[in-house]
């Protein structure tokens, strides 16, 4: 089914009555999901690299406390 859209920015042309078809449509979804995957993606790595300095930042502070200081952590 074809529409009729009154801006062509979905279609990317500069036709204000440009039609958009379920292509196009599904074009840009897919093009849209293989975006969001790899900001995703990016974002898992930074995510995981912090997780793992406040590990490591937890486990010196354990280190340099004594037993009772610890139990209050």
Same mark, same amino acid.
């Given at each position: 089914?074809?529409?009729?859209?009154? %801006?062509?920015?979905?279609?990317?042309?500069?036709?204000? %009555?440009?039609?958009?078809?379920? *292509?196009?449509?599904?074009?840009?979804?897919?093009?849209?999901?293989?975006? *969001?995957?790899?900001?995703?993606?990016?974002?898992?790595?930074?995510?995981?690299?912090?997780?793992?300095? *406040?590990?490591?930042?937890? *486990?010196?502070?354990?280190?340099?406390?004594?037993?009772?200081? %610890?139990?209050?952590?």
């Amino acid at each position: 089914m074809d529409q009729v859209v009154s %801006t062509g920015s979905a279609s990317g042309s500069e036709d204000p %009555t440009s039609t958009v078809t379920d *292509n196009v449509v599904r074009e840009l979804v897919k093009e849209r999901k293989r975006e *969001n995957a790899e900001i995703l993606e990016k974002h898992q790595i930074v995510l995981d690299k912090w997780d793992l300095v *406040n590990t490591r930042c937890c *486990n010196h502070i354990f280190g340099t406390l004594d037993v009772v200081p %610890t139990s209050h952590i």
